[in-house]
């Protein structure tokens, strides 16, 4: 006598997985190959026969929360994602952030940033690299601007860069042009960069002197 089977299942919104939709569209054809997928297949069977009981609970917010995660490193597993961009992906929101920040002052000066290039390279979606951001109450067009001007503010204080132009070093900074880098800066600190280098010049004098 054949014993009968019971299928249960878990669904998640694309949004939800916060993953590019090319990854889920190649780990549904092997999700079965990956050492995950028991795992994952055991959680959800556990959740769902649970379900009466978990629900009132009080920590079936963060069970949820990490429900998603599973789900997540099971398609990055299955889609053969590089390492690297796997762990990235699975990270926790404040480490993955911290990543994204090293990743973006490793990069500073490059006026051709994209947010699309920056979420590639963590392996998530622009989303999810955009709420990342809104989370910490800011966005990261701001994060790289304030970056980029604590950057000029150090090579207008640097001896060796005396001789070289406001210009050039707003281009450096990663700022498209002088008076643009100006405003900005004048905006930040209450002072042009011109004025700051003379102010830094001479403060440099009297500690030497």
């Not at 900005?184 to 011109?194: K, L, M, Q, T, V």
């Amino acid at each position: 006598m054949r014993g009968a089977s019971i299928s249960v299942s878990l669904r998640l919104s694309v949004d939800e997985l916060e993953l590019p939709g090319d990854i889920v569209r190649t780990a549904a054809l092997g999700l079965r190959t990956s050492p995950l997928c028991p795992i994952v297949s055991t959680f959800i069977g556990d959740l769902v026969g649970r379900a009466d009981t978990i629900e009132s609970d009080p920590g079936a917010a963060d069970l949820g929360r990490a429900g998603v995660d599973l789900v997540r490193a099971l398609l990055l597993s299955a889609a053969g994602a590089e390492p690297a961009e796997g762990l990235a992906a699975g990270l926790p929101a404040p480490l993955l952030l911290r990543q994204i920040e090293t990743y973006l002052r490793a990069h500073l000066r490059r006026r051709d940033l994209t947010a699309e290039e920056v979420a590639a390279a963590h392996h998530i979606s622009v989303r999810r690299l955009y709420r990342l951001w809104s989370d910490q109450g800011l966005s990261m067009r701001q994060w790289i601007i304030t970056e980029r001007l604590e950057l000029a503010r150090r090579m207008l204080a640097d001896p060796r860069h005396a001789e070289r132009t406001i210009g050039w070093i707003a281009r450096t900074a990663g700022f498209r042009d002088a008076s643009h880098f100006t405003r900005r800066f004048r905006a930040a600190y209450g002072i042009g960069p011109s004025e700051w280098r003379a102010e830094a010049r001479g403060a440099a004098r009297g500690t030497t002197g």
